[in-house]
């Protein structure tokens, strides 16, 4: 046969075994098993005793072997800089080299004791190097130009295969990033102590990221400061540290400048304040984003891991978004918290104001008495001789009647202070208003607020404290009288009046619960005098204020109820 047909034959099968290579990588998107298929068949291609796949890792700089074909366990160890030994020479310059007598090399690190040749070409993606792929053997002068020529073909296939399998992995960190994230964002969004948001926040950052510590910084009201508020897997040293300055802090220039910011090293940076503390809790690569919220930053979200690692924009813009979804969590767990605290201080308004009321009627019930007792006292005439000691006793009962006349005026002129200042009110706003400081309450006992208010209803005269007052209490009542949930109905309406010509001259507020219902004897008493109340829990003074109230106002209120048939309260403003 001749030389020309053994050519043409040898070829042809490393055609076909490119061919068959081709199919083989092609059929897997695991980097480390592609890299594993290509080796093999490249060791086996080259008849070669041995070889490895070597990438460029941009973290630490180093070359480090991703597959390995013959080579001792302990080779994966093997990390080189750009530039030493032959692999890094293939690297920096981006040749192949063909190496016949390894030993005569000084560039040679030797690793296998037999090796005597060694062939090796970059791996280039996207015409950047980043690795080598090589073959070794136990023969002098082992590989020919052709072999160079087939093991270029294979790193080009390589490469291709690198580069796809490196999109798909982005492109899997990516969606479980996202499917992670959107976890998270139920969780943070689902809690409302502020406290319990912080915890959240920092250990989902932590898992999220894969990383050995977060930390949650808020600026204080000063903005000059940034606290510790929560942290996941921080030692002693960590949580103790001193507070950080915006100014003078690196984090604090992620606060300013309201931009991610990583240090691939915290234990040896410059810029880190708390080098010693790093290096005691074995914390390294630093990713830090800020927390936004209506465009002004609230503090600073970090997480640190526990070996070198470079963060991905992926990574960055990952926790980004968990950190905008924090804010707004933080912000909304800040709302509520001051939603309970107005809750409550219209639940204090609501107990003065029925101390004022009780107080102005105490003093009305006891003026007519006190008033019969000074026409009785003054038409006795009770005059006695000068040393008698009765005299002084009448001239004392007269001092205290009096006294206790100016006590009584007193409390009448502090009540009259409640009388109200009529502006004119938009209902619907105020009831909307009141959904919203009340939502939460209504949430926690299951309880469905439904409202059907009319768009165009014309303002009322009326004070709206005093009216939000009276809204309130009609809320609070229906929530205590649904405590296994329901549905609260608030509808508002104008009322046509016939001497107006149809026109509206009233406007409607109606509650409609379907609770427990009332009596006719509760209907009764419902707006009895605040002095006559018969229940046992709470103020008792609850309808009797809103009677008051809608009084003032020139108004009307009436009750529909059953028992267990629920209760509809309706209130008439004039217009």
Known sequence: MSDE??????????????????????????????????LREAVRLMRASSGSVALFNPTTGLLEIEAAHGLPANASRLKLRPGEGITGWVMRAGKPASVGEVSKDPRYVPLLKDVCSELAVPLEVNGVVRGVINVDSNRPNAFSAADQDLLQELARQAAGVIHNTWLYEQLRLKARLLESLLSVGQTINSTLNLDDVFKVVTREACQLMAGKMSSLLLLDESREWLDLRASCGAGAAYLNKPRLSVAESLLGIVVRRKKPLQVENVQTSSRYQNI??????????????????????IGALSVYTGQPHFFSNEEIRTLSALADLSAIAIEKARLYERIVDVEEQLRRNEKLSALGLLAAEVAHEIRNPLTVMKMLYHSLDLKFPGGDPRAKDAQIMGEK??????????ILDFARTSEPQFVPVN????????????????TQQNIQLVHKLQPDL???????????????????????AMPKGGKLTIISRALPSPEAGGKPSRALVEFKDTGQGMTREQRVRAFSSLLKTTRREGTGLGLAIVARIT????GRIEIKSRPRRGTAIRITLPL
């Open 427 to 442: 209902l619907n706003e105020l009831i909307e208003e009141l959904g919203l400081l009340t939502r939460h309450k209504l």
């Open 551 to 554: 009084e003032a106002h020139r």
């Open 276 to 297: 010693e503390i790093a290096r005691g809790e074995g914390l390294i690569s630093l990713l830090s984003v800020p927390l936004v919220f209506g465009g002004q930053a």
């Open 458 to 480: 014309p303002p009322v005269p009326a004070d709206a404290s005093q009216l939000e007052q009276a809204f309130l209490n009609l809320i609070l009542n229906a929530v205590e």
């Open 5 to 38: 047909l053994i050519e043409l034959k040898l070829r042809y099968e490393r055609l076909h075994l490119l061919h068959q290579v081709s199919n083989v990588i092609h059929s897997t998107l695991e980097p480390r098993l592609a890299l594993q298929l290509i």
């Open 401 to 410: 009647m009096e006294h206790l006349n100016r006590i009584v005026e007193q």
